[in-house]
C-alpha cells in the first residue's frame, strides 16, 4: 500500500519486531544490517536493504527512560542499604554514582535503539514518514 501523496510505503509495521531488531543493534525493517555505527550514533542507511534510518529522531526519549530505570534501581538500594548504616559515607560516595553510572551506559544504547524501533514502526513525529 502506497500513499497517493508521498510516494512512501505504507503497509503495517511490526511493533514488537522493529522494536526487539533494534534491540539486538539492527535495522527495524530487515533485522540485518547494523543500527549504530558507534556507542549512540546510527547509521544513515541500513548496509542490507538500505532503508533511511539517519532520518529518524529519538531526541530526549532515550535519556529520559534511562534515568527513570536507572534511578527506579539505583535508589531503593541506596535507600535500603544507607539506612541500615552497612559501611561508611566514603563507601557509599563511590559506589552510588559508579553503580548509577555503570548502568546508565549500559541502558542508554539499548533506550535509544527501542524508541528508534518505536518510531520506525509508528511512522511517528521524528520519523520522516509520519
Do not use: N, Y
Not at 539505583?74 to 554514582?97: F, K, Y
Not at 549500559?106 to 524501533?117: N, R
Request: proline share 6%; with cysteine.
Amino acid at each position: 500500500m502506497r500513499d497517493i501523496h508521498s510516494g512512501h510505503d505504507r503497509a503495517p509495521r511490526a511493533l514488537w519486531t522493529s522494536i526487539g531488531r533494534t534491540m539486538r543493534g539492527r535495522c527495524p525493517s530487515c533485522g540485518e544490517g547494523k543500527l549504530f555505527r558507534s556507542f549512540l550514533r546510527q547509521v544513515d542507511r541500513c548496509s542490507a536493504c538500505g532503508e533511511d534510518l539517519g532520518r529518524i529522531r529519538a531526541d530526549d526519549a532515550p535519556p529520559w527512560a534511562t534515568i527513570l530505570i536507572v534511578g527506579h534501581i539505583v535508589v531503593p538500594l541506596l535507600l535500603a542499604v544507607e539506612s541500615r548504616d552497612l559501611w561508611a559515607a566514603w563507601i557509599g560516595m563511590l559506589v552510588w554514582p559508579s553503580l548509577a553510572l555503570a548502568l546508565s551506559v549500559l541502558i542508554l544504547p539499548h533506550a535509544k535503539a527501542a524508541f528508534i524501533g518505536l518510531i520506525w514502526a509508528t511512522r511517528a513525529p521524528g520519523s520522516g514518514d509520519a
